[in-house]
């Protein structure tokens, strides 16, 4: 089985620098000069006990790749890009794992008719610098259990589980795979926050952001018990996650900030939230329920970044005066 890695962001080059140092075969799509650095240089994949220089083939065009239906298509895109990645590509006959945060992938890639997977993403890192990517989950680099979508486990989401796990990540065939990414949305909400506010606060600034949090939340599990959706409690989180990920400094870096600050630390003009908080309120509009908090968190990052506004330039007090 090949491995075509869609996004050779933080995951994207985590997942396909650590399949590619096992000895599986990989093909990363990058963008820009990011995807020029890896060309001619290679992937620096930096870990915590360990860096790796993987030397892989790049394609910069969706168009481009070339695949069979034995492959399996890695979808690490952010989500406002899964569509017009997949619409690209020259054949829709493989199999579209998706390696993203948020619940909405996996709807895309089965309208187009994709044979489609969900993947629970727990996996700390970095990308901010082209060609070089800090991987900093330890023990393992990251927890991807996987499984069919909706619903499901076949002999692929045991292959591609069982190359995980040879890979240095922690991956087992989850039947109910969307009952965990629901629990996974519901911990990305705090990402706008996060991306917004930093995490250099005192502690009156603390609790305004611990109330953001709480009061996220609380709209999100309302949403979900309107809309009859089920999601892995905290409980079985914590069991399953376990030690086995931890944030691990690599090279002397510490973790700055998630995914959505790292794209406004990089300059760039979109975030996720409109597929993170954005689930949320539109859950709420169907369902008849009042979402203010993350109305709030999802229009003022897609402002922040369409300004080009840097990470940490708000503050949590100011936030939460907007809905209260």
């Known amino acids: 089985m090949r491995y075509v890695i869609l996004g050779a962001g933080a995951v994207g080059a985590t997942v396909g620098g650590r399949l590619a140092d096992a000895g599986y075969d990989v093909v990363l799509l990058a963008r820009g000069r990011h995807a020029e650095v890896i060309a001619s240089d290679g992937l620096r994949l930096a870990m915590p006990d360990r860096v790796i220089t993987a030397k892989l083939p790049v394609v910069t065009d969706p168009a481009d790749l070339t695949y069979d239906d034995g492959d399996a298509l890695l979808l690490a895109t952010k989500t406002q890009d899964t569509v017009a990645v997949l619409e690209a590509l020259p054949r829709r006959d493989a199999p579209v794992f998706c390696v993203q945060n948020g619940v909405a992938n996996e709807r895309f890639a089965a309208r187009l008719g994709f044979d489609t997977y969900g993947v629970v993403v727990m996996l700390p890192a970095v990308f901010l610098e082209p060609g070089h990517v800090d991987a900093q989950g330890s023990p393992y ?37 969307m009952r965990w990414k629901y629990a ?64 691990t400094p690599v090279e002397g870096r510490d973790r700055m900030g998630g995914s959505t600050w790292q794209s406004l630390a990089r300059g760039a003009s979109g975030v996720e939230a409109d597929y993170l908080n954005g689930e949320i309120v539109l859950l709420g509009v169907q369902y008849g329920i009042a979402t203010p908090v993350n109305r709030m968190l999802q229009r003022e990052v897609v402002d922040l970044a369409k300004r080009r506004g840097r990470p940490g330039s708000l503050r949590p007090s100011e936030l939460l005066a907007v809905v209260t």
């Not at 909400?189 to 930093?198: F, I, K, R, Y």
């Not at 611990?210 to 609380?218: F, G, K, M, S």
């Open 184 to 247: 996974k949305l519901l911990r990305n909400l705090g990402n706008s926050l996060e991306a917004m506010t930093g995490h250099d606060l005192d502690d009156t600034e603390l609790a305004a952001v611990r109330e953001i949090d709480t009061r996220a939340r609380a709209e999100a599990e309302q949403c979900y018990r309107a809309a009859g959706i089920d999601w892995a409690s905290d409980d079985e989180w914590l069991a399953r996650r376990g030690m086995q990920v931890q944030w």
């Open 141 to 177: 680099s990251g927890l991807l259990d996987l499984g069919r979508y909706p619903y499901g486990v076949d002999d692929r989401a045991a292959a591609v589980a069982g190359a995980l796990t040879k890979s240095g990540f922690v991956s087992q065939p989850e039947t109910q795979v």
